[in-house]
Protein backbone atom coordinates (compact mmCIF):
# COMPACT_ATOMS: atom_id res chain seq x y z
CA UNK A 1 0.00 0.00 0.00
CA UNK A 2 1.19 3.57 -0.94
CA UNK A 3 0.05 5.68 2.21
CA UNK A 4 1.77 4.57 5.02
CA UNK A 5 0.74 6.76 7.00
CA UNK A 6 -3.08 5.72 6.12
CA UNK A 7 -5.34 6.54 9.60
CA UNK A 8 -7.73 3.92 11.28
CA UNK A 9 -11.35 4.98 10.38
CA UNK A 10 -12.39 4.30 13.96
CA UNK A 11 -16.30 4.20 14.54
CA UNK A 12 -19.05 4.91 16.36
CA UNK A 13 -19.86 1.50 18.68
CA UNK A 14 -24.13 1.86 17.94
CA UNK A 15 -24.82 0.52 14.15
CA UNK A 16 -28.02 0.47 12.56
CA UNK A 17 -27.78 -2.68 10.07
CA UNK A 18 -29.66 -2.14 6.47
CA UNK A 19 -30.43 -4.52 3.99
CA UNK A 20 -29.14 -3.22 0.38
CA UNK A 21 -29.07 -6.40 -1.92
CA UNK A 22 -29.10 -10.46 -1.96
CA UNK A 23 -25.84 -11.86 -2.04
CA UNK A 24 -26.54 -13.72 -5.82
CA UNK A 25 -26.96 -9.50 -6.61
CA UNK A 26 -23.23 -9.20 -6.02
CA UNK A 27 -20.95 -9.97 -9.47
CA UNK A 28 -17.37 -11.04 -8.37
CA UNK A 29 -16.10 -10.19 -11.68
CA UNK A 30 -14.52 -6.94 -10.02
CA UNK A 31 -17.50 -4.63 -10.53
CA UNK A 32 -19.57 -3.40 -7.64
CA UNK A 33 -22.79 -1.29 -7.14
CA UNK A 34 -23.59 2.21 -6.30
CA UNK A 35 -26.47 1.86 -3.73
CA UNK A 36 -28.36 4.21 -1.70
CA UNK A 37 -28.67 3.82 1.95
CA UNK A 38 -30.11 6.11 4.37
CA UNK A 39 -29.25 8.95 2.69
CA UNK A 40 -25.71 7.81 1.86
CA UNK A 41 -24.51 6.13 -1.34
CA UNK A 42 -22.02 3.16 -0.52
CA UNK A 43 -19.80 1.09 -3.09
CA UNK A 44 -20.79 -2.89 -2.39
CA UNK A 45 -18.12 -5.12 -3.40
CA UNK A 46 -17.69 -8.75 -3.78
CA UNK A 47 -14.53 -10.25 -4.15
CA UNK A 48 -14.59 -14.18 -3.60
CA UNK A 49 -16.29 -15.08 -0.71
CA UNK A 50 -15.28 -11.33 0.51
CA UNK A 51 -17.58 -8.64 0.96
CA UNK A 52 -17.10 -4.86 0.95
CA UNK A 53 -18.73 -1.57 1.51
CA UNK A 54 -17.09 1.81 1.27
CA UNK A 55 -19.14 5.27 0.75
CA UNK A 56 -19.04 5.26 -2.80
CA UNK A 57 -17.67 9.01 -3.38
CA UNK A 58 -14.25 9.58 -4.33
CA UNK A 59 -12.69 12.50 -1.97
CA UNK A 60 -11.22 13.79 -5.24
CA UNK A 61 -14.12 15.13 -7.50
CA UNK A 62 -16.70 12.81 -6.30
CA UNK A 63 -16.36 9.55 -9.15
CA UNK A 64 -18.89 6.60 -7.73
CA UNK A 65 -16.73 4.27 -6.62
CA UNK A 66 -19.31 1.78 -7.04
CA UNK A 67 -18.86 1.85 -10.81
CA UNK A 68 -15.21 1.12 -10.60
CA UNK A 69 -13.12 -1.81 -11.55
CA UNK A 70 -11.50 -4.13 -8.66
CA UNK A 71 -8.01 -5.42 -9.17
CA UNK A 72 -5.78 -7.04 -6.08
CA UNK A 73 -8.23 -5.65 -3.30
CA UNK A 74 -8.22 -1.80 -4.39
CA UNK A 75 -11.23 0.14 -6.76
CA UNK A 76 -10.46 2.56 -9.26
CA UNK A 77 -12.58 5.71 -9.57
CA UNK A 78 -13.64 5.32 -12.75
CA UNK A 79 -13.58 9.37 -13.22
CA UNK A 80 -9.38 10.25 -12.87
CA UNK A 81 -7.93 6.70 -11.85
CA UNK A 82 -7.11 6.71 -7.88
CA UNK A 83 -7.13 3.56 -6.30
CA UNK A 84 -8.48 2.82 -2.92
CA UNK A 85 -8.02 -0.06 -0.82
CA UNK A 86 -11.72 -2.10 0.20
CA UNK A 87 -10.19 -3.44 3.09
CA UNK A 88 -8.93 -0.20 4.85
CA UNK A 89 -10.33 2.66 2.46
CA UNK A 90 -6.73 3.61 2.54
CA UNK A 91 -5.50 5.41 -1.05
CA UNK A 92 -2.86 3.17 -2.46
CA UNK A 93 -1.25 6.00 -4.72
CA UNK A 94 0.37 7.15 -2.08
CA UNK A 95 -1.79 10.12 -0.99
CA UNK A 96 -3.46 10.42 2.40
CA UNK A 97 -6.71 10.86 0.92
CA UNK A 98 -9.01 7.92 2.02
CA UNK A 99 -12.56 6.63 2.09
CA UNK A 100 -14.45 5.32 4.99
CA UNK A 101 -15.47 1.45 5.07
CA UNK A 102 -18.52 0.40 6.41
CA UNK A 103 -19.01 -2.78 8.16
CA UNK A 104 -21.00 -5.25 5.65
CA UNK A 105 -22.22 -9.04 6.67
CA UNK A 106 -24.79 -11.30 5.05
CA UNK A 107 -28.05 -12.46 7.53
CA UNK A 108 -29.19 -15.77 7.68
CA UNK A 109 -31.37 -14.98 4.70
CA UNK A 110 -28.72 -14.34 2.19
CA UNK A 111 -29.51 -10.73 2.30
CA UNK A 112 -26.47 -8.31 1.89
CA UNK A 113 -26.62 -5.75 5.08
CA UNK A 114 -24.55 -2.51 5.51
CA UNK A 115 -24.23 -1.14 9.16
CA UNK A 116 -24.33 2.71 9.26
CA UNK A 117 -24.20 4.91 12.72
CA UNK A 118 -27.08 5.66 14.37
Known sequence: MGAG??????????????????????????????IPVAGRQIALFRTGAELH??????????GSLGLGVVLDGAVT?????WHFDLDTGCNTDGLEERVRVRPVRTNAGGEVEVGLPV
Open 5 to 34: NCPGAGGPDALAWHVVARLEDLATDGTGLS
Open 77 to 81: CPWHG
Open 53 to 62: ALDDSCPHRG
